[in-house]
């Protein structure tokens, strides 16, 4: 039997005709032990569909089990528990505590689980010699390079013996060498049997998974089974595609603002010696990420 | 779980140490005010009531002013009543002088608050005139010279307290030495022990500054105008209390041409009212002292909002990992306990100085008492839960992934 079982999932942000549609009824199924790498354009809905099988966040309609259980309209604190021993978070900034030390980082889930003090020290202790941080035990989160960061924070996801771990763009944020460092460390907790959700713009990384989605505008538009340790084809053709613009984008592109806001649509007409370039930074950084 | 919940907080507290002091030092302000005041209002309690035991119990008290209201059989204090001018003269003390029940009686007639000696002039003297028994019915004893006899009424001999005399002499023992008073000469013929404080049930004036001068002399200074306090009067062992009382009621009234404008109160009533006079003026005082824990508690929830919003993001790592609402609530509670306990820790710590401070160095005698603590311990605790459960809860609502995303 799957370990997840999405059934017609779909997430609404928003209200009114600001209603935005992250997740499309969205089906899917995960067997124990798969690698997926999900792959697509930023705003495609990947990371809500991570959060909804992460128990982060609830869909707005469609169910969810999980582990043979509908878990999708549980109450909080059940959910919290299902977090807590059920799922592994690595995210893409490592979200460890700045204030605690690594071991404490890598304990704190335990603490939760109201563990006593030695026993969870011990514990996260063996978990930090599995991931080859042992001599950073008690060093702050400040004083560790991102990918020793990262592998404290996989330690953490790791310290529960979590049934799934969800990685959203764990190498996001490292250069190639910690990148290779963190997906072996993966690979190898998929090895001992572990599922794993990767999330990733990167094609190459879809060589350590066993089963690759494509999303695009809130929809799983493509499923592939591959081998380990080979590139996925559609994420090949990706890779090596720069994303375009069509015709037929910017016809829907005027056509929806002109019905939002005809009056405005050809205002730029107006100041034609103006090129509509001031718009383009507005796009900033941070709010490029915030949408993701 | 709780341990490490503080653990937690004492390291996020000592983190943002300045803000926390400044957020404690609003409950310290708070809880040590109120202490001081409590146990002041207690220790004069505990003076006052002394003092009244002392008396024993055949002796009555006379003021002027209907003390207590005795309204559908609820006595209640009349307040009015020591604002307004004594109704008592000494033509009353006279008659009850003569009452055959009555074995002696000392009035308290205030003449004036300035005295001079060879070290220049006080005024912050209580001088009174009274008859030579006072001193014996308050079991006050003199420690130098004797009290003016019945017949030196007509002289102009004084008894001073401890304190008057160090300040107007400079000596311990300045009997025979000379004590102006409202442009009369006194000789001083008794200096009184010092004793701790003892009140005239009168704020302020106690045997230590107080010279005692005879009626005869209080009544040709103030030309028969002098303001009766009170009246001390000892019943005969053998009479009944309650009879030489309704005996002094009616004589007093038949003086003032039947107006009940003044109270003969027993030992148990006087106790009564004193307590009702100390806890309202306690309680009043208290309350504005409360009113700089209320500042200090809506500081505590001002810093924890600040608090929850600044650690959002750690909030939402929380609770990705694992913590429910409830575990979240207890971590942002515990550190608003942290910090009102604490402030009230050291609060009691900085009454305590005050305490001593006090003893040393004023005729107050505060006495911080079990009840006390336990007060303060109660108010800290619950200023910390009531102020900080509003921050805590919106820290235990929010929305994991808004939390993970914020900053």
């Known amino acids: ?292 | 779980m709780w341990s490490g919940n503080l653990k937690t907080a004492i390291g996020s507290l000592r983190q943002r140490r300045w803000r926390t002091i400044f957020t404690m030092l609003g409950i310290v302000i708070g809880i040590s005010s109120v202490v001081t005041v409590v146990s002041l209002g207690y220790g004069l309690k505990h003076q006052i009531v002394g003092q009244i035991n002392q008396l024993g119990s055949n002796v009555l008290t006379v003021r002027p002013g209907k003390v207590i209201n005795n309204q559908g059989g609820i006595s209640s204090l009349n307040l009015y009543s020591f604002l307004a001018p004594s109704t008592l003269t000494s033509n009353d003390v006279n008659s009850v002088r003569h009452l055959g029940p009555v074995g002696s009686v000392a009035p308290i007639e205030f003449v004036t608050n300035v005295a001079s000696g060879d070290n220049g002039e006080l005024d912050n003297v209580f001088v009174a005139g009274t008859s030579s028994n006072l001193f014996d019915l308050l079991h006050q004893n003199i420690n130098y010279g004797t009290p003016f006899s019945e017949d030196d009424t007509d002289q102009n001999f004084a008894v001073i307290g401890s304190d008057i005399a160090a300040k107007l002499f400079g000596v311990l023992n300045p009997v025979g030495s000379t004590v102006h008073i409202d442009g009369q000469d006194f000789i001083v013929h008794g200096v009184l022990a010092p004793s701790s404080g003892g009140l005239l049930s009168i704020a302020q004036a106690d045997y230590n500054t107080s010279v005692f001068i005879p009626t005869a002399a209080a009544d040709s200074l103030t030309s028969n105008h002098a303001n009766v306090l009170q009246m001390l009067v000892r019943i005969r062992p053998q009479a009944d209390i309650n009879q030489a009382a309704a005996r002094i009621r009616s004589t007093i009234a038949h003086n003032h041409g039947g107006t009940v404008d003044f109270s003969v109160l027993k030992q148990d009533e006087l106790l009564g009212v004193t307590d009702q006079v100390l806890s309202k003026i306690t309680n009043f005082i208290s309350a504005l002292a409360a009113i700089s824990l209320l500042v200090g508690g809506i500081g505590i929830m001002n810093i924890m909002l600040v608090s929850v919003s600044e650690r959002t993001r750690e909030i939402g790592i929380r609770k990705a990992i694992g913590a429910t609402n409830r575990q979240i609530l207890n971590q942002f509670l515990v550190e608003g306990l942290a910090l009102s306990i604490g402030g009230g820790i050291i609060g009691i710590g900085i009454s305590y100085l005050i305490n001593l401070m006090l003893r040393l160095y004023s005729s107050w005698h505060p006495v911080i008492s079990i009840p006390i603590l336990i007060l303060a311990a109660g108010v800290s605790v619950g200023t910390g839960i009531i102020f900080s459960i509003a921050p805590a809860l919106q820290a235990a609502r929010k929305n994991p992934i808004d939390a993970l995303r914020g900053e």
């Open chain 1, 1 to 292: 039997m799957a370990l997840i079982e999405l059934d017609e999932v779909s997430k609404l942000y928003g209200f009114g005709d600001a209603t935005t549609l992250a997740l499309d009824e969205v089906s899917l199924s995960v067997a124990k032990g798969e690698f997926v790498a999900v792959m697509g354009p930023s705003g495609s809905g990947k990371t809500t569909l991570m959060n909804i099988i992460g128990l982060l966040d609830r869909p707005s309609h469609g169910s969810y089990i999980l582990g043979g259980k509908q878990v999708a309209h549980q109450p909080a604190a059940q959910q919290a528990r299902l977090r807590r021993d059920q799922i592994g978070f690595v995210f893409q900034f490592y979200n460890l505590l700045p204030r605690l030390n690594v071991l404490d980082n890598v304990a704190l889930p335990l603490t939760y689980k109201g563990m006593t003090p030695v026993r969870r020290a011990k514990r996260a202790s063996d978990i930090l010699e599995l991931v080859g941080m042992r001599d950073r035990e008690y060093f702050m989160p400040y004083q560790l390079s991102g990918g020793q960061a990262q592998r404290a924070a996989i330690a953490r996801a790791l310290i529960n013996k979590p049934s799934i771990i969800i990685a959203d763009e764990p190498t996001g944020n490292l250069d190639s060498r910690d990148s290779r460092v963190v997906m072996e460390l993966l690979a190898e907790v998929h090895r001992q049997g572990n599922t794993i959700l990767l999330v990733t713009h990167n094609p190459e990384l879809t060589r350590y998974a066993s089963r690759v989605l494509y999303m695009y505008d809130g929809t799983i538009v493509g499923d592939e089974q591959t081998a380990i340790g080979q590139m996925a084809r559609h994420a090949r053709r990706i890779f090596f595609r720069k994303p375009r613009t069509t015709d037929s984008d910017i016809a829907a592109g005027v056509s929806a603002m002109m019905r939002d806001m005809p009056g405005k649509a050809l205002a730029p007409k107006a100041k034609r010696g103006r090129p509509p370039k001031a718009k383009k930074p507005a796009r900033s950084r941070k709010a490029y990420r915030t949408k993701r």
